[in-house]
């Protein structure tokens, strides 16, 4: 998923003392969203990612704070009908080398962005966060109907006309289990 797209921040004139450090650029998530094992497989991006931030560094403390925004566009999970929308996601992070780090657990680590050989590899945050956040599915509503099991029609625009659907075979032990509970409440 990561590593190769690489946006590189030199941080060195922050370690020398520098307070603030500003970036503005755009990443595209074309390659991402064209790979199968890509969380956001399926998803075509009509513009690409833009991203704004800041480093501040306080008295040696540094702060990383990005915003960034896109439109995307994908399917129903239910009835396949096109889906688009707008996706921002904010980032807030502290900033450190590993050696300041070294005394923390593994799973603490993953709470800062870590400065290697000066430079911070911003991608690998902002990716590792949209992955978290991203939706996994769209809905083109709350109560979309789906497809019909049958014949595939979208039951969003009326009835298919098909028979009563039976439910899934699959689930009868589980129809047999809530039937005897039912049984069972009201002796």
């Given at each position: 998923?990561?590593g190769g797209i690489g946006l590189k ?77 707008s996706f921002t996601l904010n980032l ?96």
């Amino acid at each position: 998923m990561r590593g190769g797209i690489g946006l590189k921040l030199d941080l060195r004139p922050l370690l020398a003392g520098d307070k603030l450090l500003c970036f503005d650029y755009e990443l595209s998530l074309d390659t991402l969203s064209q790979d199968p094992t890509s969380f956001l497989y399926g998803v075509s991006f009509p513009s690409p990612l833009k991203v704004t931030g800041d480093i501040t560094n306080t008295a040696g403390y540094m702060r990383l704070h990005l915003s960034c925004n896109t439109e995307y566009s994908s399917f129903c999970a239910r009835c396949l009908s096109p889906v688009s929308g707008s996706f921002t996601l904010n980032l807030e992070k502290t900033v450190a080398t590993r050696n300041m780090l070294d005394e923390l657990d593994e799973d603490s680590i993953d709470d800062y962005a870590l400065i290697e050989d000066g430079f911070l590899e911003i991608d690998d945050e902002l990716l590792g966060q949209l992955e978290m956040e991203f939706p996994s599915r769209f809905l083109c509503s709350e109560d979309c109907l789906g497809l019909c099991q049958k014949c595939g029609k979208n039951l969003n625009e009326g009835d298919c006309g098909c028979p009563a659907h039976e439910p899934d075979p699959r689930l009868a032990p589980l129809k047999k289990i809530l039937e005897q509970m039912k049984a069972e409440e009201n002796k």
